[in-house]
């Protein structure tokens, strides 16, 4: 049976003065669930926000909360973004020694986890925990910042881990992170990714959110 197509805007991008104006649009645009990007300043050149903002938006949307941290050492912060409203929380591989540990935590909090590889790093990577994730998220630019073009050969590594996940675990999601857009949403989720954040794409000045989430969605009728 087909995946279900969720789109997951990034709050990244949205005007952080009209934040609940914004995560309500993206609601009643029919997204899926929210991705919060967490950075530090330390595993990526950016900082972002932290639990306080996660909290903010659990009291302003019913959808879920996907937390993708891009924080060093993520084991230390995972109860924290518990207890602000995560639904389901993404770490890095690269960002412990104790990944293992890293995902275990998150499964124990009674969260969904998620596991994130950068352009750079090896699939393998992925392969020791690929029964225990519910979701496995292939970065599509280097994180850190929005706005960012897409890499072409995330197309190869999606359809890899794809027939992986078909093999060991095909519940779990397949997510792509960055420069998605209307014109290679299609090509993404052919490629086989089911889950697909945006950032840019879905919060600027060009559109109002409603308009670029219905982009998306009429360019991935394309794919079914
Ligand atoms: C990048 C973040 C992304 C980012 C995506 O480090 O993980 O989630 O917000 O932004 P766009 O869609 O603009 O590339
Ligand atoms: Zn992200």
Same mark, same amino acid.
């Given at each position: 049976?087909?995946?279900?197509? #969720?789109?997951?805007?990034?709050? /990244?991008?949205?005007? !952080? ?6 995560? @309500?649009?993206?609601?009643?645009? $029919? ?9 530090? =300043? @330390?595993?990526? +050149? ?5 639990? *306080? ?9 019913? &959808?879920?909360?996907?937390?993708? /941290?891009?924080?060093? %050492?993520?084991?230390? !912060? ?9 639904? @389901?929380?993404?770490?890095? !591989? ?15 909090? $009674? ?5 994130? /590889?950068?352009? $750079?790093? +090896? &699939?393998?990577?992925?392969?020791? &925990?690929? +029964?225990? #994730?519910? #979701?496995?998220? *292939? ?5 850190? !910042? =929005?706005? %960012?073009?897409? *890499? +072409? ?11 992986? &996940? ?12 960055? =420069? ?29 959110? %409603?308009?670029? *989430? ?6 991935? @009728?394309?794919?079914?």
């Amino acid at each position: 049976m087909p995946k279900p197509l #969720l789109i997951a805007p990034s709050i /990244l991008a949205a005007d !952080f003065t009209r934040l609940g104006e914004h995560l @309500q649009a993206a609601e009643h645009a $029919g997204a899926d669930l929210l991705h919060i990007d967490v950075m530090d =300043g @330390q595993f990526v +050149p950016n900082i972002s926000f932290g639990a *306080i903002v996660v909290e903010a938006c659990r009291r302003v949307s019913p &959808l879920p909360l996907d937390v993708h /941290l891009m924080i060093a %050492q993520p084991e230390r !912060f995972l109860s924290e973004f518990a207890k602000a409203g995560a639904s @389901q929380i993404t770490v890095h !591989f690269e960002a412990t020694a104790h990944i293992h540990r890293a995902v275990h935590l998150v499964k124990e909090l $009674g969260l969904k986890v998620g596991l994130a /590889l950068n352009p $750079g790093t +090896p &699939l393998e990577a992925l392969k020791p &925990l690929l +029964p225990d #994730l519910d #979701l496995v998220l *292939i970065m599509s630019v280097n994180p850190g !910042f =929005g706005g %960012q073009k897409f *890499i +072409p050969s995330t197309l190869e590594r999606l359809k890899t881990v794809r027939n992986w &996940l078909e093999e060991v675990n095909p519940t779990a999601d397949l997510q792509v992170d960055g =420069g998605i857009v209307a014109s290679n949403i299609a090509e993404v989720a052919r490629a086989g990714a089911n889950n697909f954040v945006a950032g840019s794409s879905v919060f600027n000045t060009k559109d109002t959110v %409603q308009n670029n *989430i219905n982009a998306l969605k009429a360019a991935l @009728q394309v794919t079914t």
